[in-house]
């Protein structure tokens, strides 16, 4: 799971995988280790069908509906976005990069810009 944070912009990036955990189980968490405390960014499931987030201590939680999550694992669906407050939520599945990248992209989803 990918997380970008730019100005009031929340944005998590999740793989093939890590979108059937969350489907399977209702819940994933990452974290960042700092020297002297972790920074954990996650998503859970919520009953509210819009997206939200909350910011507890260290850790940013983007809360996400049973439905929402059950069109991401079973559809085509690309994403959710949503605004919780002045804070503007984007939650999607992680593509294959056009360009070469070092990075393992084994696990994103094909790049829809690539089919022929």
């Known amino acids: 799971m990918k997380i970008r944070i730019k100005g009031n912009s929340l ?3 999740l793989t093939r995988s890590e979108i059937a ?3 399977s189980e209702g819940a994933l968490e990452e974290r960042t280790e700092l020297p002297g ?4 960014y996650a998503i859970a ?11 507890i201590g ?13 069109e991401l694992y079973n559809t085509n669906k690309v994403g959710f976005e949503d605004r919780s407050g002045a804070v503007s939520l984007l939650v999607e599945k992680d593509f294959v990069c056009i ?4 990075e393992d992209q084994s696990d ?5 810009s690539l089919t022929c």
């Open 11 to 13: 944005r998590y990036r």
């Open 21 to 23: 955990r969350l489907w």
């Open 37 to 40: 405390k972790a920074f954990v």
């Open 45 to 55: 499931t919520t009953n509210n069908e819009a997206l939200s987030a909350d910011f």
């Open 58 to 70: 260290d850790r940013i939680v983007l809360n996400m509906s049973k439905e929402m999550i059950n």
């Open 99 to 102: 360009e070469n990248t070092e």
């Open 108 to 112: 994103n989803y094909p790049n829809p």
